[in-house]
C-alpha cells in the first residue's frame, strides 16, 4: 500500500525557516518524479515544487523560487522542502505528493495526509 | 486567479447528473495537454478521480467521466449520490512559463441538495 506521511509543519515567525519531510512506503521511491502542493486556508490548490527520480531536475512555482528548495533521499525514502524566508501568504497545508507521467499526462496519483504550516508573529 | 477556470460552485439533487467545466487557454488544455480530476472530501487531501482526460482509476466508480475539447474539459457526475458532496479540482500542465509548470483549477464545490 502506498504511504505518504508529511511532518514538521508548525507555527513560524515571517521571515522564519522550516524543513517539511515526507516519508514514503509501498512503492519505489527512487523511480518516481516526487511534488508538494500546498493548500492555504480555505482556498485552492497550488503546485509548490518537483523533483525529478535522481534530483537531477527541480521546478518552482514562480512565488517561492529562491526560498524554497526541495530535496529528496532515496535511500531513506524521504522528500523535503526547505522553506527560508517565510511570509504570511505561504501559510497553508502542504501536501507531498507522487507524479504519475506517462502517456496520459502529469498528475498526482497519491496524496499524504498534511502538514499545517502557519505564519504568524 | 488560477490558470484553469472553474465554477465555484454547482448543485444537484440526488440521481441528478452535473457538470462541471474547466477552461484553459492556447497554453495549457489547448496545447494538448491532458486534464487531470480530484475530488476533495472535507478535512480529507484530494484524490484523483479523473486521469488522461477521460480514465478512471481502479475503484472511481462509473458515474464519474471525463471528457476535453479544445481549451476546455469537463467532468460529469451522474445517479449523484450524498457522498458525491464534495470540493472538485481539474489539473493540467502549462507550457507558457519554465519548467514543468502544473496548473489547477480554482476548485468547484458541490452541494447535494
Known sequence: EVQLVESGGGLVQPGGSLRLSCAASGFTFSSYWMS???????????????IKQDGSEKYYVDSVK????????????????????????D?????????DYDSSGYRFDYWGQGTLVTVSS | QSVL??????????????????????SN???GYDVHWYQQLPGTAPKLLIYGNS???????D???????????SLAITGLQAEDEA??????????????????????????L
Open chain 1, 66 to 89: 529562491g526560498r524554497f528548495t526541495i530535496s529528496r533521499d532515496n535511500a531513506k525514502n524521504s522528500l523535503y522542502l526547505q522553506m527560508n524566508s517565510l511570509r504570511a501568504e
Open chain 1, 36 to 50: 508538494w502542493v500546498r493548500q492555504a486556508p480555505g482556498k485552492g490548490l497550488e503546485w509548490v515544487a518537483n
Open chain 2, 5 to 26: 477556470t472553474q465554477p465555484p460552485s454547482v448543485s444537484g439533487a440526488p440521481g441528478q447528473r452535473v457538470t462541471i467545466s474547466c477552461t484553459g487557454s492556447s
Open chain 2, 55 to 61: 480514465n478512471r482509476p481502479s475503484g472511481v466508480p
Open chain 2, 63 to 73: 458515474r464519474f467521466s471525463g471528457s476535453k475539447s479544445g481549451t476546455s474539459a
Open chain 2, 29 to 31: 488544455i489547448g496545447a
Open chain 2, 87 to 112: 470540493d472538485y479540482y481539474c489539473q493540467s500542465y502549462d507550457s507558457s512559463l519554465s519548467g514543468p509548470y502544473v496548473v489547477f483549477g480554482g476548485g468547484t464545490k458541490l452541494t447535494v
Open chain 1, 91 to 99: 501559510t497553508a497545508v502542504y501536501y507531498c505528493a507522487r507524479v
